[in-house]
């Protein structure tokens, strides 16, 4: 097996000259949130509220659609690996049919962590502030990935001992159920003061993970990297880190760990894995079935804690923990939690949601 570029104090030091400077906008995938890009959105992250569709409103992430560096592109540190470890939005209003919204991004920090998956990884950190067509903030998001030694992290085998999980019926009618049984709040306006802290969200799950629905995630998301033909090449001229070759001998992107296995257990991981924003979302997907039509997400902050790999069946969970009236409106905090098949915590995060009061 061919090795993998390494973490320079050459590379470390240009990307650590770019602390605090806006970065070049790669095109975005959704540039309008059209009524397509809307449907296509909620199909991706298989978020199945009519709202969406009904209101002319999108799932609050769809600015994951509309901006590739709060979605995980990075820069620097070419031919190491990149993995998306969350995301911190803070919207001030909700992204409607019609709007035009451009992402800004600056890189806002890089720090050194010791990492048991590849023995050092670097934090890259960036906050990117979504305008519209005014001129007016819709959102503030910080986002952040860890750049880690590919080689490092194979050698080490953090999941040497990894066992694919073999779904019995029994398991697979579970899940069927609770796709049957999710429930939507809708247009029943959940207020305020019938919300009682310790009081647990219905659960929403996600999966089993395949490589169709890492496709069906892309086809709404539009991906980092994918690119066909003339275009792949151009991309690889660009960015020659980016091309790593395949059994063929052909340049591919990085990105196709998610589809890839001998690519990622290259990389450090057992299997093909899901995209990081993917669970972000569906948590928020969580968050807008309870709080229903009349809510609205305020801030939804989550961190990525490990692979979500294909085959694993992730349960979006939350639990109230705290509300308060502020400058008038009724806050809600949700502690927020994604589990997987094995028990284990593989994304947890908060929420603020902003529900309409009785007397107001």
Same mark, same amino acid.
């Given at each position: 097996m061919?090795?993998?570029?390494?973490?320079?104090?050459?590379?470390?030091?240009?990307?650590? *000259?770019?602390?605090?400077?806006?970065?070049?906008?790669?095109?975005?995938?959704?540039?309008?949130?059209?009524?397509?890009?809307?449907?296509?959105? #909620?199909?991706?992250?298989g978020?199945?509220?009519?709202?969406?569709? #009904?209101?002319?409103? #999108?799932?609050?992430?769809?600015?994951?659609?509309m901006?590739?560096?709060?979605?995980?592109?990075?820069?620097?540190?070419?031919?190491?690996?990149?993995?998306?470890?969350?995301?911190?939005?803070?919207?001030?209003?909700?992204?409607?049919?019609?709007d035009?919204?451009?992402g800004?991004?600056?890189?806002?920090?890089?720090?050194?962590k010791?990492?048991?998956?590849?023995?050092?990884?670097?934090?890259?950190?960036?906050?990117?502030?979504?305008?519209?067509?005014?001129?007016?903030?819709?959102?503030?998001?910080?986002?952040?990935?860890?750049?880690?030694?590919?080689?490092a992290?194979?050698?080490?085998?953090?999941?040497?001992?990894?066992?694919?999980?073999?779904?019995?019926?029994?398991?697979?009618?579970?899940?069927?159920?609770?796709?049957?049984?999710?429930?939507?709040?809708?247009?029943?306006?959940?207020?305020?003061?019938?919300?009682?802290?310790?009081?647990?969200?219905p659960?929403?799950?996600?999966?089993?993970?395949?490589?169709?629905?890492?496709?069906?995630?892309?086809?709404?998301?539009?991906?980092l990297?994918?690119?066909a033909?003339?275009?792949?090449?151009?991309?690889?001229?660009?960015?020659?880190?980016?091309?790593?070759?395949?059994?063929?001998?052909?340049?591919?992107?990085?990105?196709?760990?998610?589809?890839?296995?001998?690519?990622?257990? *290259?990389?450090?991981?057992?299997?093909?894995?899901?995209?990081?924003?993917?669970?972000?979302?569906?948590?928020?997907h969580?968050?807008?079935?309870?709080?229903?039509? *009349?809510?609205?997400?305020?801030r939804?902050?989550?961190?990525?804690?490990?692979?979500?790999?294909?085959?694993?069946?992730?349960?979006?969970?939350?639990?109230?923990? #705290?509300?308060?009236v502020?400058?008038?409106r009724?806050?809600?905090?949700?502690?927020?939690?994604?589990?997987?098949?094995?028990?284990?915590?593989?994304?947890?995060?908060?929420?603020?949601?902003?529900?309409?009061?009785?007397?107001?």
């Open positions: 061919s090795r993998f570029p390494t973490i320079t104090d050459e590379a470390l030091g240009a990307l650590r *000259a770019l602390v605090g400077k806006e970065i070049r906008r790669p095109e975005p995938y959704v540039e309008v949130a059209t009524r397509d890009a809307i449907r296509h959105w #909620a199909h991706g992250i978020d199945r509220n009519p709202f969406w569709a #009904a209101a002319r409103v #999108a799932p609050p992430t769809i600015l994951f659609a901006d590739r560096i709060v979605s995980g592109y990075v820069t620097g540190l070419p031919g190491i690996h990149a993995m998306y470890a969350g995301t911190d939005f803070r919207w001030r209003r909700a992204v409607r049919e019609g035009r919204v451009v800004r991004s600056v890189l806002s920090d890089l720090e050194e010791a990492s048991t998956f590849s023995r050092r990884a670097i934090k890259q950190t960036y906050r990117t502030t979504f305008v519209d067509d005014a001129g007016a903030i819709v959102c503030e998001a910080d986002s952040w990935c860890f750049r880690t030694e590919r080689d992290a194979r050698e080490l085998g953090k999941y040497r001992t990894f066992e694919p999980h073999r779904y019995a019926p029994g398991e697979i009618e579970r899940i069927r159920r609770a796709y049957a049984d999710e429930a939507i709040r809708g247009a029943t306006p959940r207020h305020w003061e019938d919300v009682e802290v310790g009081e647990l969200l659960t929403v799950v996600k999966g089993p993970l395949t490589v169709t629905s890492v496709i069906a995630f892309v086809q709404g998301w539009g991906s990297y994918v690119r033909h003339g275009l792949a090449f151009d991309l690889f001229e660009r960015h020659p880190a980016l091309g790593i070759e395949n059994e063929f001998g052909v340049p591919e992107p990085p990105e196709r760990v998610h589809w890839d296995e001998d690519l990622a257990r *290259a990389v450090g991981v057992p299997a093909p894995y899901d995209y990081g924003p993917e669970r972000v979302a569906w948590l928020g969580l968050v807008t079935n309870w709080m229903g039509d *009349a809510g609205g997400l305020a939804l902050n989550v961190q990525v804690r490990r692979h979500n790999l294909i085959g694993d069946t992730t349960w979006c969970r939350g639990r109230v923990a #705290a509300k308060a502020v400058d008038g009724g806050e809600v905090t949700v502690d927020l939690v994604a589990v997987n098949q094995r028990d284990e915590t593989i994304a947890q995060g908060q929420a603020v949601v902003v529900l309409p009061r009785r007397h107001a």
